[in-house]
């Protein structure tokens, strides 16, 4: 499933199907609200601008830290010079703590510790500089065109910046890593005498928020990164120096599940055309789609469904054989697309004389697959 998520999403981006806004209105300098499952911008103002995003850097801190260690058991010893130059929301990390890296992940994402965030970057990139450049790195790789980082933290550095769009791509990759998402979604816990509670007050006001991270400086503003999931929807929303950003997600929310739900476009195993085939006295073959897909929709909206396929289809062709693509279209873009497989399996419709008939024709100097059945031998 993550595979067919990341090529729908894919196709989203290539190209960049959105919604018109206007239902709703936020307080925000920058803001998005995208389908996770699709990629579909539901609603957008100024997303593309880069801005200082404060500590929803910490997203990306968490994201390169868990991909680049795995064992989260492992315990970290602090360095006196991991903790030059912090400032602001702390730990209170000291020189010869020592601590799990869990808990220092904890501590990142839910009390949105500094400290914690360059001593992770230090015990993984070895400096600040070294960590950045895997931020950077990872944020290519997912598409943040109008991304940079400097820091593990997001302390205003003139360097340091992202944008709305950029944040919800990084928000959907969080959720697609199990320990991120999980670590995001809690709402308090206590680790090695330590009690953090989660700064995202959507955990408590909104029942469908699965988490994600707050953020503040003065040049940022109010920085915020929520998600929530209702049945088959999950939903990522950012704000950017957004000074109502409470309000402001739970009405982006709300709108995005009531004004485009999912529809399923396909299940597994479903049929969703016929193809011709050749050689077969059976004329045509069932298709049938590899995976689900689903895709949001506003009442009134209706998409176009397009069978490419494999041609020409000769058989004997077993079942299960992948022969095409099956591609949903809307307002003349591709949105959505699933590769598409035989349901049943296609005997050679030939006839097939056997091992004697075969010998005897070989006598004659005759080949069996050009010689019509009731055709003379001599």
């Known amino acids: 499933m993550r595979k067919i998520a990341a090529l729908l999403l894919a196709l989203t981006l290539l190209f960049g199907t959105s919604a018109p806004a206007g239902a709703v209105s936020t307080s925000a300098s920058s803001a998005v609200l995208m389908d996770v499952g699709s990629g579909r911008v539901l609603f957008e103002e100024d997303m593309h601008t880069p801005r200082p995003i404060a500590s929803i850097t910490k997203l990306m801190t968490a994201l390169v830290a868990v991909e680049e260690t795995s064992d989260l058991s492992q315990v970290i010893t602090v360095e006196p010079e991991w903790l030059e130059g912090v400032e602001g929301s702390s730990l209170y990390l000291k020189a010869g703590d020592q601590l799990t890296l869990e808990t220092l992940l904890y501590g990142l994402l839910l009390q949105s510790g500094n400290d914690a965030a360059q001593v992770i970057a230090c015990w993984i990139g070895e400096d600040l500089e070294g960590f950045a450049q895997l931020m950077n790195e990872k944020a290519r790789e997912l598409g943040m065109t109008n991304t940079h980082f400097t820091n593990p933290s997001g302390l205003n550095q003139e360097e340091h910046y992202s944008s709305a769009y950029d944040m919800a791509l990084l928000a959907c990759a969080c959720l697609e890593n ?173 006839w097939k004389p056997n091992a004697l008939v075969r010998w005897w024709m070989g006598l004659w100097g005759k080949s069996w697959e050009t010689t019509v059945p009731g055709m003379g031998l001599i």
């Open 178 to 350: 199990p320990t991120v998402a999980n670590i995001c979604a809690t709402q308090n816990i206590s680790l090695e005498g330590r009690t953090f509670v989660n700064h995202n007050k959507l955990l408590w006001l909104e029942e469908d928020c699965v988490g994600m991270k707050t953020g503040y400086t003065e040049a940022s503003g109010r920085t915020l990164v929520s998600a929530a999931t209702r049945g088959a929807q999950t939903l990522v929303c950012v704000t950017l120096n957004d000074p109502d950003d409470w309000d402001d997600h739970q009405a982006l929310l709300h709108y995005g599940f009531d004004t485009y739900p999912v529809t399923q476009l396909c299940g597994e195993g479903t049929t969703v055309g016929q193809a011709a085939v050749a050689g077969s006295v059976q004329p045509t073959v069932s298709l049938v789609a590899q995976g689900d897909c689903w895709y949001p929709l506003a009442e009134g909206e209706q998409l176009d469904m397009q069978l490419d396929v494999y041609s020409p289809l000769t058989a004997p062709i077993p079942a299960g054989t992948q022969v095409g693509t099956a591609r949903w279209i809307l307002d003349g873009e591709v949105v959505a697309e699933m590769p598409v497989e035989t349901g049943t399996g296609v005997e050679d419709g030939r």
